[in-house]
Nanobody, 118 residues
């Protein structure tokens, strides 16, 4: 059984930083495509960052240059370093893993709230 537990969210100031953590169990994050989604009120959930088993990273344009996804294989944890925060970054952030269950799809944790406001 796969479990993804996000943490590190909270209140951030515009221009500030937060680091989100995704502690995984049931999988080794080094062997899967992992990612971070976010869902803002009234908006669709979007994939903001992904990292493959080979370490290749991808980002949505709105966060390029500000956020960075990484993983610590020893801790079996995926991170999202969020810098230069903007109010539009306010959302619930979900860690994801891509797995096959009657088709390939992303599975998410419970999410952690990030609020960016002055």
């Amino acid at each position: 059984q796969v479990q993804l537990v996000e943490s590190g969210g909270g209140l951030g100031q515009p221009g500030g930083s937060l680091r989100l953590s995704c502690a995984a169990s049931g999988i080794l994050v080094s062997l899967y495509r992992m990612g971070w989604y976010r869902q803002a009120p009234g908006k669709q959930r979007e994939l903001v960052a992904g990292i493959t088993s080979s370490g290749t990273t991808t980002y949505v344009d709105s966060i390029k240059g500000r956020f960075s996804i990484s993983r610590d294989d020893a801790k079996n944890t995926v991170y999202l370093q969020m810098n230069s925060l903007k109010p539009e970054d306010t959302a619930v952030y979900y860690c994801s893993v891509t797995m096959y269950r009657s088709g390939w799809r992303d599975y998410w944790g419970q999410g952690t709230q990030v609020t960016v406001s002055s």
